[in-house]
């Protein structure tokens, strides 16, 4: 497995439809392991491929990942809690309760925002094994996994915001990449 350099905002792979997936085979698995990797070394709860700069429709996430004693990151071979991929994923239906939730994005680095979203979804997807499932979120799966099906359409949580508020933390985020260009150099794309 081997860890792959993140995109950052307003980087255009970020902003374009990314295409379907035709088959699962060797070379998807094997981005889905490196996905996981980077994911879980970022740290982050979600990964959608077009933030490696792979424009498919794949997204990986963990949001039962076991924390330390103080709430701190564990090291990196023992974050793995319940990790989920999805190929190709489909929202069947979503509920009109709504959901607030504090989101950030590895793309936008140090930048949060209350976004709302509903609170429950049905998806459909293919799994790591090439096998068609469905599942039911709730709570921050839920959240987790519309943000990332959202980056697999070119949207970001900023663009659920308005314009004002997206100009003023994508200003923010350039400062916070000038800031932070040396530590960002190895790992991530600006
Ligand atoms: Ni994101």
């Not at 990797?37 to 933030?51: F, H, S, V, W």
């Not at 039962?64 to 990151?73: F, I, L, V």
């Not at 709504?98 to 989101?103: A, G, K, L, W």
């Not at 980056?151 to 200003?171: A, T, W």
């Amino acid at each position: 497995m081997s860890i792959m350099p993140i995109y950052i905002a307003p980087h255009s792979v970020l902003k374009k439809v990314a295409e379907p997936i035709e088959a699962v085979n060797d070379e998807l698995k094997k981005l889905m392991d490196d996905m996981l990797e980077t994911m879980y070394n970022a740290p982050g709860i979600g990964l959608a491929a077009p933030q490696v700069g792979v424009s498919k429709r794949l997204l990986v996430l963990d949001v039962e990942q076991p924390r330390g004693p103080d709430d701190e990151d564990l090291p990196l071979e023992k974050r793995r809690g319940k990790p989920i991929c999805f190929v190709n994923p489909e929202v069947l239906w979503s509920s009109d309760e709504p959901n607030v939730y504090d989101e950030g994005c590895l793309s936008l680095p140090g930048q949060f925002a209350e976004i709302e979203r509903p609170k429950k979804v049905r998806v459909k997807f293919v799994n790591y094994e090439g096998k068609q499932e469905e599942i039911e979120a709730d709570g921050l799966l839920a959240t987790c996994l519309q943000h990332e099906i959202d980056h697999l359409d070119g949207v970001l949580f900023v663009d659920h915001l308005s314009q004002i508020k997206r100009n003023m933390i994508m200003r923010r985020l350039k400062k916070w990449t000038k800031e932070n260009a040396e530590d960002l150099a190895d790992t991530h794309i600006l």
